[in-house]
């Protein structure tokens, strides 16, 4: 699978802030890349760089084999993207700054519109198109940012924290309809989240602090570096749980142990002769607070 | 082409929008209307008279009309250039509503995009100042002046072309501010100084001749002085014909600015059409290029 995404040292200061620090990374075609960090992180700033809304310091972005230097214009037509807080004309109603923004990118007329039917049934607002974007609920008008983004048939999604805020029923639309795109288009969705349970799903994940990587991988090869497993025993007496020598937790009705390795696992339960338990991954909720050394300071709904 | 077209048409719809801002861009001109008729009729009066040497006699309509032309004159002048600056806030609010960020990601080329904006203020302006116009034109009309059907055209595409200056010098300005608050600071500093850097509040014959060679040197000079043409020029052939000497006749034309000299030499009805244009011309050429150079938006 070939790189859609290729970042080298990629730098960007504000006066004495540096929001993005030499920061290197690369994403493969078709997949489900989760760009995650704390609030101020460098995400959004990153990823505005990435789609040429603001200049970098330095480094080279290349996406689709386009140089965002030098090839802006073809960068621009393969990247759809979903801002963190919605930047559509409020005043306007849903047609109108779907049609004024379809023009953006050479979309007319007949072509148009069919294309704004599609992504209404699409994303479940055909009833919406007439109403004033101002007016809609903030579940609704993330449902248009995202047709928006999808208007131009974009390889590459790029995705702001799209979930924060919304319901679990439109939650899962906007999943079920971007994970079909990934599917049948060969879509790359690049996502950023504060949501972990979405960044579970991802083919590959970045923590990023301070303009840095401090952290990335599948959610698998993470899960296993930064998140301990926990095996949890039932029916069994406190005495013979101390002994073990592990460190533990008392949870209602059983004991809840941190363990290093399935293998561990294994070798306790069967030595042990324990017959009630349970063994439960890390998450990775564990994962980034392990990375991150913070709380999770949820999404900033907007 | 069709992608300019649909994002004038989006940027006019913002801008009809907000009726609020329609009227009170509308409400600007009117009120001076009422001002000037209100507290300077008298003054433009005994500053015509002052021109006519005892012994001459001369018709009250025609010294009324002089006052009415020089008011609406200074008024619609003043107004083209106020009005743009006050409508001429899509470009700042996009800045501000982040749509101008959805609009620098996607391929759309900045010379349109930037000429989207002018031709939508335009638009939005010249439909504020036309209407102004006719109000004016309805006045002159009830006192009974001499602006005939073919100054009244002529005024109407004078403003046309103020306009078109306005919203060139405003869009120019505006490019390099980032919020609202910017906007009407830079508004209020436009309306209270053009009136007199134009000669609209007071004749340019009347200033200092070191203020008169700067002012002549500033475009919009030409804009208030080719409407004092269209305003006045008929009132003063009614003048000539009923005998009024050719001296005091030339006397008004250079007092009222009717006449115009850069550094000495007169300038004509053509040469004010010429350097409007050519400024218009050269104040759009630079807007484009300061946009296509400017590309990213900083956040
Ligand atoms: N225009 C700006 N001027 C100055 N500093 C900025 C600007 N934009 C962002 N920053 C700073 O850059 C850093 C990174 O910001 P960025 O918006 O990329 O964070 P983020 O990872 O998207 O955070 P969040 O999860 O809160 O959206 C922050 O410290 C922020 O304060
Ligand atoms: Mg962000």
Known sequence: MKNIIEIQNLTKTYGSLTAVDNLSFKVKEGELFAFLGVNGAGKSTTINIMCSALAKDSGSVIINGNNIDTDSDKVKNDIGVVFQSSVLDKSLTVLDNLQSRGALYSLHGKELRQRIDEVARLLDFSDLLKRTVGKLSGGQRRRIDVARALLHKPKILILDEPTTGLDPQTRSLLWKVISNLQKSEN??????????EEAADADYVVILDGGKISADGTPYELKTKWARDTLTLYGVDTESVEGLGIPFERLGDGYKLYVSSPHETKTIVIENGFDDFELAKGKMDDVFLAVTGRELLGGDGK | MTTLLSMTRRNIKLFFHDKGLFFTSLITPLILLVLYVSFLGNVYKDSIMAFFPEGITVSERIVDSVAVGQLISSIL????????????????????????????VTPVKRAYLSLSYYIATYVSTSIICITATLVCLAYANAMNSYIG??????????????????????????FFLSSQGQISAVGSMVSSTYGFVSGAYMPISQFSPVLQKIIS?????????????HAIASTLDVMEAEGIPTEIVEAIRDGFDLNIYFFGNRVGVGGMYAVLLLTVLLLIVIYVVINCTCKKVRK
């Open chain 1, 187 to 196: 879509m790359t969705v690049f996502l950023t989240t504060h949501y972990m």
């Open chain 2, 217 to 229: 040197l500033l475009p919009g000079t030409y804009g208030t002085s080719l409407m004092r043409n």
């Open chain 2, 149 to 174: 059907f073919r100054e009244a055209v002529l005024l109407l595409s004078d403003v046309l072309i103020l306009a078109m200056l306005g919203t060139a010098v405003s869009s120019i300005i505006n």
């Open chain 2, 77 to 104: 002048s003043v107004s083209c250039v106020t009005v743009a600056f006050c409508s001429n806030m899509l470009m700042v609010q996009d800045k501000v509503t982040g749509a101008a960020l959805d609009i620098a």
